[in-house]
């Protein structure tokens, strides 16, 4: 099951990607000093990003755990 740990791996480290993104959006917004309202509905439009990535690493270390038992 080398091939489970691996792809969890994989799955996992593309949402740590995920996640470096969204900090870099979130940076930049932050950035710009935007008045209130804006930097929010900027900031609603990483959200989405930001769970996908997180959902995505989480999914991953899973099928690590999985891929460890199974071994």
């Known amino acids: 099951m080398k091939w489970l740990v691996w792809t969890g791996t994989g799955i996992t480290l593309l949402g740590c990607a995920g996640l470096i993104l969204s900090v870099i959006l979130i940076a930049r917004i932050r950035a ?15 959200i989405p990003v930001n769970l996908g990535a997180l959902l995505c690493a989480a999914f991953g270390l899973m099928v690590v755990i999985i891929g460890l038992v199974l071994s």
């Not at 710009?32 to 990483?46: F, I, P, S, T, Y």
């Open 32 to 46: 710009e000093n935007l008045e209130d309202q804006a930097m929010r509905e900027r900031l609603n439009k990483v």
